[in-house]
């Protein structure tokens, strides 16, 4: 991949500056998978029989940032962007190509204010409560959302290889 001009985590620091790092790390890896494409590119479903795309990809980490750090951590009236109890893949399976601007300014607005709500926890130890009724720490949440960029950038490294033959980290 070209133009490779991703924030590299601190190799020492605290453990949210830490977070922070790799946070922020993931996110400009999801974004260099989607660089150069075109939106029919974006929205191609190219490792069948998933229905997985780069497009889906963003859309679903917008409402992942939106429903951990706005609902959980801030306690924000935050409803889901793309998926619904009745259409729980929608963020995936409800894909248009003209709409790829609006979702990728929509997922980048969602990390900044993602960003201020780490940013103002007084403590890592502050505790949430899942859609499950179990009780989390913040620095589960943000060990998770390493963890959720971490996995879906290997989906997006595959996703990538097969639309234009692009590799790379």
Same mark, same amino acid.
């Given at each position: 991949?070209?133009?490779?001009?991703?924030?590299?985590?601190?190799?020492?620091?605290?453990?949210?500056?830490?977070?922070?790092g790799w946070l922020?790390?993931?996110?400009?890896?999801?974004?260099?998978?989607?660089?150069?494409?075109?939106?029919?590119?974006?929205?191609?479903?190219?490792?069948?029989?998933?229905?997985?795309?780069?497009?889906?990809?963003?859309?679903?980490?917008?409402?992942?940032?939106?429903?951990?750090?706005?609902?959980?951590?801030?306690?924000?009236?935050?409803?889901?962007? &793309? &998926?619904?109890?009745?259409?729980?893949?929608?963020?995936?399976?409800?894909?248009?190509?003209?709409?790829v601007d609006e979702?990728?300014?929509?997922?980048?607005?969602?990390?900044?204010?993602?960003?201020?709500?780490?940013?103002?926890?007084?403590?890592?130890?502050?505790?949430?409560?899942?859609?499950?009724g179990r009780k989390?720490?913040?620095?589960?949440?943000?060990?998770?959302?390493?963890?959720? &960029?971490?996995?879906?950038?290997?989906?997006?490294?595959?996703?990538?290889?097969?639309?234009?033959?692009?590799?790379?980290?």
């Amino acid at each position: 991949m070209s133009d490779d001009n991703r924030p590299r985590p601190p190799a020492t620091a605290d453990e949210r500056t830490m977070f922070a790092g790799w946070l922020d790390f993931h996110r400009a890896t999801l974004e260099l998978k989607c660089a150069g494409l075109t939106p029919a590119q974006l929205a191609t479903r190219a490792v069948e029989p998933s229905t997985l795309s780069l497009l889906g990809l963003v859309r679903h980490m917008a409402d992942v940032e939106r429903g951990w750090f706005r609902r959980r951590l801030a306690g924000e009236d935050a409803p889901p962007l &793309y &998926y619904s109890d009745d259409d729980p893949d929608g963020d995936f399976d409800n894909l248009d190509p003209t709409t790829v601007d609006e979702a990728f300014a929509t997922w980048r607005a969602e990390c900044d204010r993602a960003r201020e709500i780490a940013a103002a926890l007084p403590s890592l130890d502050v505790m949430v409560t899942d859609r499950a009724g179990r009780k989390l720490s913040a620095r589960w949440v943000l060990h998770h959302m390493v963890e959720e &960029y971490a996995r879906h950038n290997g989906h997006a490294d595959l996703l990538r290889e097969r639309i234009d033959g692009t590799t790379g980290e």
